[in-house]
């Protein structure tokens, strides 16, 4: 049997028949995407008012997407060429002559090609399911809203159906992409994959960067006015940056989290085959299960994904009562129990009977279970029914200071917890490998990867349900703030109900995402060791090079220990960078937010303020750090690796991992304990003697740890998941450069010397204030 030629890569009949299968999934999962579509869009949009809010907010967010795409062509197409030529620097791998033999075809051409329009093929689907995804959260919140009037079940099922959408569509693109590598390089596909996961990677940087900026900048600003100056409700029509806060939503939760879960969802892949075929490398006679196993535990994770989220709006009437889902979160939550039991069930007959390595389904099993206690886990520390935050609740009493301090020792804490869940996890995996070449140990953590993201549909629908119940309680406060009757009461409620959970869905999200991120560079950090150990055995053995084989990092080496150093402090640098936009950018916003309800009819709400101005701010800002933090991340580990040599380049990736994934977790779970402190201050019943509810002094005091709070978890942690990974892959991808050219010379000394000027640069503009016209 030889289907599409896979017989040419070494695999047998069942295994050609689980690739097209997995392509079939994909294909599947697209399919499943347009079907909720159609579901969504066919429900009604609301009134004429409720419309003409949802138009702002489509016309703002596809303006901001706009111009962010015309800002980062210029770098994709430089890169483009980059990674076209990357393939002439160095040896072509013993896979790649394999597959591609010198003597029948031009093998370095067919790789630079296909390198070079991997990375495009990534970039392009992670733009389309940022943007394609935003674009239907966008469409998704009016008619939320507008079914909010009829009943709870029918607004959360448009709103989580939206944001499965999303979902389907970052598992669908991941799969297609990395199976049509695979069945068209086979062996040689890890260095084609560099290129897709690359691709994928940086344009979650750019989407991440840009988004989390414009959201909170406005978000900061209309809090700031509107609730603590003004005492006015949030999403008051008369405060100007109200729209431009319901846009944000869409382009930084949505679009900017759909792209960042998608590229770890590549990234994993990429660790896989890389580690597996290595596998393969030492040991041919164990066939291709440590190629294609990984493949087919995603095929099954989408299967498994569309089963778990489609039964989301059943769980509220189940008959059997104690399955039956109280709230929103608790449906979520019963879905993606569903998914994890069935893709671990098939994981197992799968190891079992194709494989005949049970180690493999209950690693796979470890990285589902990783992703589902990250849920408690998460919520733990950020739901408005946990101890931590009633702690925070109950600082607010004595002021903004206790407020802010409160929240900072939650985060630290989340962090540690959540270090300690995933060290726990590779401990296992080493110990299932106890005895075994440690090839085998980091393979193992690669499949924990693909475990914890075969659930990506799940991930994606619950985090993208949060900016949509955002906005589509925003849509309802623009368009009934003048209406008492008891089915707008009823629904405003809804609305609120479905915030809040939203609220927990998408801190619990960001915690999955961190993870995953932290899981993902680990797995890059392996493939590095292990590609950098080919290309050096490749040297030694057919151009007579005399040099050492790194099998390890050691951190007693000084260079190395310089490294780590210097890796560990990229993350508190990147994050101080995009917490200073934030802060200018916000501050430009109080000034117009304030000029504006100076102006006569504007606090009266006879006049409609300018929201576009407010608009533009947000987008001008937002745009300009665009290059320089991507810039930063990009030539800092390259500099690292030209001067301080490859092994160092470990040191500085393995001190990205420790301090990006401490940090990141930190500021996204004090961040939304902090938010929803203020939101469980606002449900209460408004007496200022009492100081309760809204325009209490402590609720005043929880807006202010709310603000401080936004861009820790929207905009610095967030953005800190793929610049891990764009460090680690560019390191990936450069390390065979550094590797061939170890004396630098005159003309190395002289690229240092610009990649440094870059980064040089880069801080500058960085640091400069935006030009607001």
């Known amino acids: 049997m030889d289907i ?176 049509l590598i695979f069945i068209i390089f086979g062996k040689a596909s890890p260095d084609t994959l560099l290129g897709f996961g690359f691709g994928g990677t940086l344009l979650a940087l750019f989407m991440r960067i840009g988004g989390g900026i414009y959201t909170k900048a406005a978000d900061v600003g209309a809090d700031l006015v509107g609730k603590v100056e003004k ?59 440590w190629i294609v196993y990984p493949l087919i535990i995603r095929g099954i994770g989408v299967l498994s994904s569309i089963m778990g989220t489609f039964t989301v709006p059943i769980w509220e009437k189940f008959p059997i009562k104690f399955l039956r889902a109280h709230d929103a979160e608790e449906a979520m939550f019963r879905s993606y129990e569903v998914s994890s039991v069935n893709t671990v069930l098939w994981s197992f007959i799968v190891a079992i009977f194709y494989a005949h390595d049970w180690r493999l389904a209950m690693l796979t099993t470890i990285g589902v279970g990783l992703a589902v206690a990250f849920n408690p886990l998460t919520s733990f520390f950020t739901s408005t029914k946990s101890a931590p935050v009633k702690e925070i609740v109950e600082s607010t ?101 479905l915030d809040a959970v939203g609220n927990t869905t998408k801190a619990i999200t960001k915690g999955v995402a961190i993870a995953s991120a932290v899981i993902a560079a680990v797995c890059l950090f392996s493939s590095f060791i292990t590609d950098v150990s080919r290309v050096q055995t490749d040297l030694v053995t057919n151009y007579g090079w005399d040099i050492d084989i790194l099998s390890s990092i050691r951190v007693s080496d000084t260079k190395v220990f310089v490294g780590f150093l210097l890796g560990g402090a990229l993350p508190w640098l990147f994050s101080s960078l995009s917490i ?35 608009v533009g701010i947000s987008t001008v800002s937002a745009q300009k750090e665009l290059i320089p933090l991507a810039a930063i991340s990009v030539l800092l580990p390259v500099i690292v690796g030209l001067v301080l040599q490859v092994e160092a380049l470990g040191g500085f990736l393995a001190g990205v991992i420790l301090s990006g994934q401490m940090l990141a977790v930190f500021m996204s779970n004090a961040g939304g304990a902090w938010d929803n402190a203020k939101k469980t201050i606002e449900d209460e019943p408004r007496d200022l003697v009492e100081n309760t509810g809204k325009g209490s002094d402590r609720h005043k005091a929880g807006v ?35 590797v061939k050219y170890q004396e630098l010379g005159v003309v190395g000394w002289i690229v240092v010397a610009v990649l440094f000027a870059g980064v040089i640069w880069a801080l500058s503009v960085s640091k400069k204030p935006a030009h607001i016209e």
Not at 580 to 600: D, Y
């Open 4 to 179: 599409l030629g896979l017989a040419r890569h070494g695999l047998n009949n069942f295994e050609q028949i689980a690739i097209i299968a997995v392509l079939v999934i994909a294909f599947i999962s697209l399919l499943y995407a347009w079907l909720l579509r159609g579901t969504v869009l066919k429900k009604d949009t609301g009134t004429q008012k409720m419309q003409e809010v949802w138009n702002a907010i489509r016309v703002g967010a596809n303006s901001y997407l706009a111009r962010q795409l015309k800002s980062i062509l210029p770098a994709i197409g430089i890169l483009f060429v980059a990674l076209f030529l990357s393939v002439y620097i160095v040896p072509i791998s013993q896979e790649a002559l394999i597959e591609f033999p010198p003597e029948k075809y031009n093998t370095q051409l067919i790789m630079s090609i296909g390198r070079a329009l991997a990375f495009v093929m990534g970039a392009a689907f992670s733009l389309i399911v940022g943007q394609l995804g935003m674009r239907m959260a966008i469409q998704a919140s009016v008619r939320s809203a507008s079914a909010a009037r009829r009943s709870f079940n029918e607004s959360l099922t448009i709103a989580y159906y939206a944001g499965t959408i999303t979902g389907m569509l970052t598992d669908g693109l991941g799969l297609l992409g990395g199976t």
């Open 231 to 289: 005492d006015i409700p949030e999403d008051d029509p008369r405060n100007a940056a109200v729209v431009a806060d319901l846009v944000g939503d869409n382009v930084g939760d949505c679009a900017g989290m759909a792209a960042d879960i998608f590229e770890s969802y590549e990234v994993t892949i990429v660790s896989a085959l890389i580690l597996g075929i290595a596998l393969w490398s030492k040991d041919p006679t164990t066939g291709m299960k």
């Open 397 to 497: 009493k004595f002021g903004p200071a206790t407020t802010i301090l409160s929240g900072l020792s939650l985060g630290m804490e989340s962090s540690v917890w959540a270090l300690v869940v995933i060290a726990i996890s590779f401990i296992i995996a080493t110990a299932l490998y106890s005895g075994f070449d440690t090839l085998y140990v980091l393979y193992g953590v690669a499949m924990i990867g693909i475990g914890m993201l075969s659930h990506t549909g799940n991930n994606v629908a619950m985090d993208s349900y949060g900016p949509i119940s955002d906005n589509a309680n925003g849509i309802a406060e623009m368009s009934w703030h003048d209406q008492t009757d008891e089915e707008t009461k009823k629904a405003r409620q809804i609305m609120a109900d």
């Open 580 to 614: 200073r936009a934030v802060t200018r950018a916000a501050g430009k916003i109080v000034e117009e937010v304030r000029r504006q309800f100076k102006l006569p009819g504007i606090m009266e709400g006879t006049k409609q303020p300018d929201y576009a101005q407010v």
């Open 704 to 738: 202010v740890g709310d603000t401080v709070g936004d861009p820790l978890k929207d905009t610095a942690g967030p953005a800190l998941n793929p610049m891990i990974k764009v460090v680690n892959m560019i390191s990936l991808l450069a390390a065979p450069v550094i």
